[in-house]
């Protein structure tokens, strides 16, 4: 995220409180959408089937507050057990008014490793504190805090401010800083829009018109690219396929179905 910012999605006047900064208005999705998905990974050439993930966003409440429920479950079959054991479950709680991130938790299966990671936001004086927690592979926890003056998200929380962005006021090669963080440490990361593709889903008639973005994180100086990603280019921003670079190959994930959506659409071609 040390590259040049070419665009600032939201201008805030200085002094205004972090929450508001930190949060969008959402108008991309609503509670009762579910979207299910299946997994591929790339073994000796060859795309195999390996796997199902759903997301469902729900309404609920946090700290008393309404908020929004949102859970990605992510299970590998039979053929992946064999290669990468992967169980995932991560949930997130953003608020209603503005998805401000409120509380986050992953709790994950990876080979061998079985880990927990917690994330506490509040917006204390204009800055973004986060209380982490994480339960490693041998089952000690680990607590820290953290302050911040700028607005950081978790996997899920930045997931769903993507979806609302605006894109068209963009061009090709347009940066959105985002930094993420775990329960470990925050990371320098960032959006590229890539433009616009047709998108066919493999197997089906349903073809999409999609905006492409890439997911870009920065380690020890060196900038990956972990998820390209295709939204429909309409109101609702519906993931229909990503592109995943994992520690143990690559990974594509493509929409089967989906309910409950709060727009039209559009993107979708006959």
């Not at 039979?78 to 054991?85: E, I, P, Q």
Request: charge should be positive.
């Amino acid at each position: 995220m040390k590259k040049l910012v070419i665009i600032l999605l939201t201008l805030l006047p200085l002094g205004m409180k972090a929450q508001s900064q930190c949060g969008t208005v959402n108008t991309a999705f609503k509670a009762g959408e579910f979207l299910s998905y299946d997994l591929y990974f790339n073994w000796k050439f060859v795309w195999m089937k390996v796997g199902a993930a759903s997301m469902s966003t729900v309404m609920s409440t946090y700290n008393g507050l309404p908020a929004y429920r949102t859970t990605l479950i992510t299970k590998g079959n039979d053929k992946l057990d064999g290669v990468f054991v992967m169980r995932d479950t991560l949930t997130s709680f953003c608020s209603i008014s503005d998805l401000s991130p409120q509380y986050y938790r992953k709790g994950a299966l990876e080979g061998k490793r079985y880990y927990v990671d917690e994330l506490w936001y509040s917006y204390p004086k204009g800055f973004t504190n986060v209380k982490m927690h994480r339960i490693n592979r041998h089952g000690e926890h680990n607590w820290q805090e953290k302050e911040y003056d700028e607005c950081v998200y978790d996997m899920m929380s930045i997931f769903l401010k993507a979806r609302n962005f605006d894109a068209s006021t963009m061009n090709k090669g347009d940066i959105i800083p985002l930094p993420i963080t775990d329960a470990k440490h925050r990371s320098e990361s960032w959006l590229v829009y890539r433009g616009k593709e047709n998108y066919k889903v493999d197997g089906t008639k349903e073809k999409f018109r999609c905006l492409v973005f890439s997911f870009i994180e920065r380690e020890d100086e060196k900038d990956t690219e972990l998820i390209k990603f295709f939204v429909t280019d309409d109101a609702n921003h519906l993931p229909v396929r990503l592109d995943m670079n994992l520690s143990f190959g690559s990974a594509k994930v493509y929409l089967r179905s989906y309910q409950g959506v709060r727009n039209p659409m559009d993107a979708k071609l006959k």
